[in-house]
């Protein structure tokens, strides 16, 4: 199973063992409202819906990943989705992991995983505007902004003001170039 780890985390791909962890964390209104694809409410068949439609193992640019302490603590998931044969990152933490820098940690791993490895000219992103812990992620880890779009919020119902970011492998070398590096600023 492909695995990647750091000091504090491990991530592997999300298993049906995983539904109600994935659950507990999108059912949680505070998370939700900050992924343009997720209702609100969410409950245990979807997410058995959606790990249903995951491959253990799928293209570079459709990974999803589940996020762990090493004492198998539940975090949330990172991962891609293919967009435009572009690797599409879009992540959450369950709030009892939030403010620890875990999805810092976690981004950098993998995509560390991706520019190393599979490789990619570039990883696309973004975040709804209001969400300013996101997008301190994004700028620690060498995302820069290239433009303003307006993006659904399924939980919310309504659309939102969208920034868009883009990750060169470049940007992301000068940025985070070692997780020890990264942690300086977090």
């Known amino acids: 199973m492909l695995k990647l780890a750091t000091d504090r985390l491990y991530m592997r791909p999300p298993l049906m063992d995983d539904a109600a ?14 992924l343009a694809f997720v ?18 193992l799928a293209h570079p640019f459709d990974q999803k990943f589940a996020i762990f302490t090493h004492e198998d ?38 995509i560390k995983w991706l520019f190393d490895g599979p490789g990619a000219p570039k990883i696309i992103s973004g975040v709804f505007d209001y969400n300013q812990a996101s997008m301190r992620v994004q700028k620690k ?33 000068n940025a985070a170039p070692t997780l020890s590096e990264l942690r300086k600023d977090t």
């Open 21 to 34: 962890a994935i659950a507990a964390a999108l059912s949680n209104f505070e998370v939700s409202k900050n």
């Open 39 to 56: 209702p609100h409410p969410y409950d245990i068949s979807d997410a058995v819906a959606w790990l249903e439609r995951q491959p253990a």
């Open 73 to 110: 603590q539940f975090c949330g998931m990172t991962g891609f989705t293919n967009k435009n044969d572009l690797p599409s990152l879009g992540y959450y933490l369950h709030p009892d992991a939030w403010g620890k820098g875990y999805m810092t940690e976690a981004n950098w791993a993998l």
């Open 141 to 173: 880890l060498g995302f820069q902004t290239v433009s303003q779009s307006v993006m659904h919020s399924l939980a919310q119902s309504k659309d939102f003001a969208h920034i868009d970011t883009e990750l060169t492998q470049s940007a992301f070398e």
